[in-house]
């Protein structure tokens, strides 16, 4: 029954174009929210190379600062005189 009834409706011309016009907006609206969700997916992999950049620098100066270090306590007390630190 609601086949028949469907079929029906969609043989008029206006209904059929309100047919397509439904069609063209659900396509329309269903690409700005999968644009949406493509800005949010890259938006938060921008944020996490971003915390992964200031994590490696971070690294890399402790790699630094280790190997600038004094290697024994004779070199420690040299730099202490010589006024390094």
Do not use: K
Request: aromatic share 4%; charged share 30%; no cysteine.
């Amino acid at each position: 029954m609601w086949g028949s009834l469907v079929v029906g409706l969609l043989a008029r011309p206006w209904a059929r174009r309100v047919a397509a016009i439904a069609l063209a907006l659900l396509t329309i609206t269903l690409f700005i929210i999968n644009l949406r969700r493509t800005a949010e997916r890259a938006g938060r992999a921008a944020e996490r190379l971003e915390t992964l950049e200031q994590t490696h620098a971070i690294h890399r100066q402790m790699l630094d600062a280790a190997a600038r270090r004094p290697r024994s306590r004779d070199d420690l007390l040299d730099r202490l005189r010589g006024g390094e630190f």
